[in-house]
């Protein structure tokens, strides 16, 4: 079983759609947690990052964090054509190493 | 500004050739790492730098590869005697001092025929 299991989609919604994404994992001592969005042929490009439980939002985007279930979620308002991308959570203790999901692709369409 | 750029975008190596791949960090950045992205797969940490010295390389998947970076700016990952299973995206990404978050080049697309 991988440390991080993400649900690879596709995912497709029509425009204005809420998205909802989402990872668990298995190792209690991830403290950090981050999404990140990746266009093909692109580097990943990081949306949101937060800090053991709880919620954070930035624009459209609301990133949530239960480290009791071991839980997190990225939620995505209103969304548009051009978040059609590949969705990657990634996590780490505190430090370097870290252990990214396998991506979920979401397809918006118009 | 600058973001992370890596050289070449692609790369096409016949089995056995040695690749050398770059990576030029974002100026400032002390820590940078190295990942391979199969298709369809998330990023596989590789290897890590806090400026010149490599602190982890647990993720290397054999004595193949070999990461190196003299004067803690610009990294180089070497392939040698490459195989088909080398083929993937390689993401060369670098951090700010004492800040976690890092920001990924565009990757190198190896392909190993």
């Known amino acids: 079983q991988k440390e991080v299991e993400q649900d690879p989609g596709p995912l497709s919604v029509p425009e204005g759609a809420i998205v909802s994404l989402n990872c668990t994992y298995s190792n209690s001592a991830f403290q950090y947690f981050m999404w990140y969005r990746q266009y093909s042929r692109k580097g990943p490009e990081l949306l949101m990052y937060?800090?053991?439980?709880g919620n954070k939002e930035d624009g459209r985007f609301t990133a949530q964090v239960d480290k009791s279930s071991k839980y997190i979620s990225l939620f995505i308002r209103d969304s548009q054509p051009s978040d059609s991308a590949t969705y990657l959570c990634?996590?780490?203790?505190?430090?370097?190493?870290?252990?990214f999901g396998a991506g979920t692709r979401l397809f918006v369409k118009a | 500004g600058a973001g992370v750029s890596q050289s070449p975008r692609y790369k096409v190596a016949k089995r056995g050739q040695d690749v050398a791949l770059r990576c030029d960090p974002i100026s400032g950045h002390v820590s940078l790492f190295w990942y391979q992205q199969a298709l369809g797969q998330g990023p596989e940490f590789l290897t890590y730098?806090?400026?010149?010295?490599?602190?982890?390389k647990s993720g290397l998947p054999s004595d193949r590869f070999f990461a190196e970076r003299p004067e803690g700016s610009v990294s180089t990952l070497k392939i040698q005697r490459t195989q088909q299973e080398d083929s993937a995206v390689y993401l060369c990404a670098s951090s700010p001092p004492k800040r976690d978050t890092q920001y990924f080049g565009p990757g190198t697309r190896l392909t190993v025929l």
């Open positions: 730098f806090q400026n010149e010295a490599q602190l982890d």
């Open positions: 990634a996590m780490n203790r505190g430090g370097f190493k870290t252990i």
């Open positions: 937060t800090y053991s439980s």
